[in-house]
């Protein structure tokens, strides 16, 4: 039997190691050479924690930076089209990249200064009628109820004729502000809001997109509230909106856009006590493509007027039936409707018939503010399981007839 001195044994076992370290490192080369491609994908379903680490260590200036941001630009990359509203990573793109938290801070309002200035923007607070009669609506259906949690898709700045304040502000409620318009968001911030918030747009699909979004600027010089009216019109381009982009000048900017469905599920929040909608003509395709069967909200404010023929098509379109574009309502002169300049209107005589004044007069538009509802968003509405419990001026508060809300204000259908 052939004895080794200890000194043999050690250079033995140190050569052993040698050969194993060598047979293992080109059996990783080997792998690495023969794995399949990701193509782009490299986010999998077992690492929730990946994308997060990557933002972080970006964050860092690691030494691998360069590779992590080329890494994040390839998953960015993903979101502008296609990837499905569910698709996990598009919804922790989301979450990481578009979404910011609610702030801790003390609010900074408008609501609570003083000056011409502040005067001028809280306007909207006693002339506005179709914010006082939206606000009064939730105060109705939500005051003394549990805090819930809300989407307002139309946010502006935060602040100015928003309709989810109140709940936030007077009922505990947290949610989501979703605002497209670059210049009106970066305000938003600043207001301290007690909900996420996001400078992106909702998707007219239920694929991630990168869209062109037309914010207007003003003409002229305005007073504050008159140029956010002005930039509270902007809309997707393609799209028909009320507006007609009437209201100043076009500035087309490059605008992220997920589905709504995406943005609940990136919050886990599908169940929403209010959607308020107010998204300038793009509202029926958003509502068209929502998977109805995993979400569920109470009440929903829709601003929606009947030249969008959205839900007119979808019900007659697989009929061949298409019908012309309603043209556009001309604006009568003067600023009152059926007063101009101040001066009572006189009856004419046209062909010997009397030009009879119309029976409601309404600042600006001269029309009838109960008229113009859609039977087709109404019947979309009551097929998804729910009311109309009130239209104005084409604004719907629909209420979701199966639940409390609905068992204790829905009395009578509006027709």
């Known amino acids: 039997m052939i004895r080794l001195s200890p000194k043999m044994k050690h250079i033995l076992y140190q050569r052993k190691h ?18 399949p ?18 933002w972080q260590e970006r964050q860092r200036g690691g030494a691998q930076v360069k590779q992590v941001k080329q890494q994040i630009n390839q998953i960015e990359d993903l979101a502008t089209g296609p990837l499905k509203e569910d698709d996990l990573d598009l919804l922790r793109l989301l979450k990481e990249r578009y979404l910011a938290k609610p702030s801790d801070k003390p609010t900074n309002l408008m609501l609570n ?40 898709a139309g946010a502006l700045d935060g602040e100015f004729i928003s309709n989810t304040l109140y709940l936030e502000q007077d009922l505990g409620w947290t949610g989501l502000l979703v605002e497209a318009d670059p210049l009106l968001y970066a305000a938003l911030p600043g207001k301290n809001r007690k909900a996420w918030s996001s400078q992106t747009c909702l998707s007219p699909s239920d694929v ?85 069967d995993r979400v569920d909200v109470t009440v929903w404010n829709i601003e929606h007027r009947d030249a969008n023929e959205g839900f007119k098509i979808h019900y007659e379109e697989p009929w061949g039936i298409r019908a012309p574009p309603i043209p556009p309502r001309l604006r009568p002169s003067g600023s009152l409707g059926g007063n101009e300049g101040g001066k009572e209107r006189i009856d ?33 509405m009551k097929e998804k399981g729910y009311r109309l419990y009130d239209y104005w001026d084409g604004d719907y508060t629909f209420i979701k007839a199966d639940s409390e809300i609905c068992r204790k204000h829905c009395k009578v259908d509006v027709e």
């Open 208 to 292: 991630a997109e990168r869209l062109t979004f037309e914010t207007y600027e003003p003409r002229d010089d305005r007073d504050v509230a008159a140029a956010l009216l002005v930039r509270s019109t902007g809309n997707l381009a393609g799209i028909r909106s009320p507006a007609l982009g009437q209201m100043g000048s076009k500035i087309p900017v490059e605008v992220q856009c997920f589905p709504l469905f995406s943005y609940l599920l990136a919050l886990n929040a599908t169940s929403v006590g209010y959607v308020s909608l107010d998204v300038e003509g793009a509202e029926a395709e958003i509502l068209l493509h929502l998977p109805w």
């Open 113 to 152: 200064k003083d000056g011409a200035r502040a005067k001028n923007y809280n306007v909207y607070r006693t002339s506005f009628h179709s914010w006082i009669r939206i606000n009064n609506i939730l105060k109705k259906l939500f005051s003394g109820e549990p805090p819930h949690f809300f989407v307002e």
């Open 348 to 380: 004419k005589t046209v062909d010997g018939e009397k030009d009879v004044p119309p029976k409601k007069i309404v600042y600006v538009t001269q029309h009838d503010p109960a008229a113009g509802k859609d039977p087709y968003l109404v019947r979309f």
């Open 18 to 35: 040698i050969v194993f370290l060598t047979a293992l490192l080109f059996l990783v080369t080997l792998m690495t050479l023969t794995a």
């Open 37 to 54: 491609q990701s193509n782009g994908v490299f986010v999998t379903n077992e690492n929730d924690e990946l994308l997060k680490s990557l």
